[in-house]
Nanobody, 118 residues
Framework: QVQLVESGGGLVQPGGSLTLSCTVS????????MGWFRQAPGKQRELVASVTSGGTTNYAASAEDRFTITGDNRKHMVTLQMNNLKPEDTAVYYCRLWRRITPTYSYWGQGTQVTVSS
């Protein structure tokens, strides 16, 4: 059974930092992409950052230069280092594992709350 377990969310002041971690169990990692999405109240879920099994990263414009995503194929985990956090970063952050080539699949974590407030 596939499980994505997230950790690291919480409350932080503007300008602060948080690190989110996601560990995957129960599925082969090869050829998959891992990423972080977020959903703020009243808004659609959006991609924050992703990393392929080959190490290619992709960032939303809002995350560029502030967030860093790192994938570890051996440990089957992905982390998101978030610096200089802003109130507009407040959202539930979801980890996702997906593969677009056969066999395709997509799995989500349960979400972790990040609140940026003074």
């Amino acid at each position: 059974q596939v499980q994505l377990v997230e950790s690291g969310g919480g409350l932080v002041q503007p300008g602060g930092s948080l690190t989110l971690s996601c560990t995957v169990s129960g599925t082969p990692f090869s050829g998959a992409t891992m990423g972080w999405f977020r959903q703020a109240p009243g808004k659609q879920r959006e991609l924050v950052a992703s990393v392929t099994s080959g190490g290619t990263t992709n960032y939303a414009a809002s995350a560029e230069d502030r967030f860093t995503i790192t994938g570890d194929n051996r440990k089957h985990m992905v982390t998101l280092q978030m610096n200089n956090l802003k109130p507009e970063d407040t959202a539930v952050y979801y980890c996702r594992l997906w593969r677009r080539i056969t066999p395709t699949y997509s799995y989500w974590g349960q979400g972790t709350q990040v609140t940026v407030s003074s």
